[in-house]
């Protein structure tokens, strides 16, 4: 692996950051990140991560989740964001899923993701679940192919706001 998934830390912020301001930039929502696009602060959103993590401090609305960063082990470069939802609520039922994940625009197309799929669907099988759901906008035929690839199966479509979402079960 090329990968290793570790937790948010305050030793990150720089690349964190970096990381935020390169999908800013392209004009493109942060998935998988915990809410980092719209965090007023690195603190706050750190804190809100740490208080995501706990059943009993979980915000409202939210879930139990663990935000992980995908690492390369070669440069300790932040490559992307995982973040897995060891539940669901109706919201995530339909459209949001069990896990969410983006890479980093330039280091897009090099497998990236597949991988970090791969290691959260490990992270999965240890929190006790058997079968995780993760969804993506019709549109974004990469998440679906990275989705498929680690056994992804299309259980079908469901609009949300005027798009179509897909919804697909990978059993663990």
């Known amino acids: 692996m090329r990968l290793v ?3 948010a830390e305050e030793s990150w912020r720089n690349q964190i950051l970096a990381y ?6 392209r004009g493109e929502v942060l998935h998988g990140c915990a809410g980092l696009g719209q ?20 915000g409202d609305g ?9 690492v390369r082990q070669a440069d300790n470069r932040l490559i992307g964001f995982i973040d897995i939802r060891r539940r669901l609520n109706e919201s995530l039922f339909q459209f949001g899923g069990h896990i969410g994940f983006s890479v980093r625009p330039c280091e897009r ?3 990236y993701a597949k991988e970090m799929l791969s290691l959260a669907l490990s992270k999965c099988r240890a929190y006790g679940l058997r079968r995780v759901l993760i969804t993506c906008r019709k549109e ?3 998440s679906a192919r990275t989705i498929q690839s680690c056994g992804g199966i299309l259980e079908n479509e469901v609009f949300k706001e005027g798009e179509l979402y897909q919804r697909y079960w990978i059993t663990l």
Do not use: C, H, Y
């Open 39 to 58: 965090a007023p602060s690195f603190a706050a959103w750190l804190q809100a991560v740490r208080n995501n993590s706990r059943e009993e401090t979980v």
């Open 62 to 70: 939210l879930v139990p989740a663990s935000n992980f960063l995908a």
């Open 109 to 111: 197309r090099q497998g």
């Open 20 to 25: 935020r301001t390169e999908f800013q930039q």
């Open 140 to 142: 974004n035929i990469a």
């Open 5 to 7: 998934l570790l937790p």
